[in-house]
């Protein structure tokens, strides 16, 4: 699968290198969820895990299970409040 490039990048960092490191069969989110994976052109690495109920941000070989949540509601309610 190829590489997602995003422009501009985190921390206004020259294009971010994020891939789909497990795709499902169907395109609706299940209770697994989807991880993508997310490295800089300093070769840092994340994974931003997708699930029905969060969003969940861990760094290099962070556990899934301790990185940091942040439920959608909180998400959308952060994003809305933070548009530039």
């Not at 290198?17 to 169907?26: G, Y």
């Not at 997708?50 to 556990?63: D, E, M, N, S, Y």
């Amino acid at each position: 699968m190829r590489p997602l490039y995003l422009s501009g990048g985190f921390e206004k960092r020259a294009g971010m290198k994020v891939q789909v490191k497990d795709l499902p069969a169907t395109i609706e989110i299940k209770n697994r969820g989807i991880e993508l994976s997310v490295h800089d052109t300093r070769a840092i690495s994340w994974v931003l895990g997708v699930t029905r109920a969060h969003l969940i941000w861990c760094q290099g070989k962070t556990a899934r299970e301790n990185g940091q949540r942040i439920t959608w509601k909180n998400f959308i309610d952060y994003m809305q409040n933070h548009s530039s």
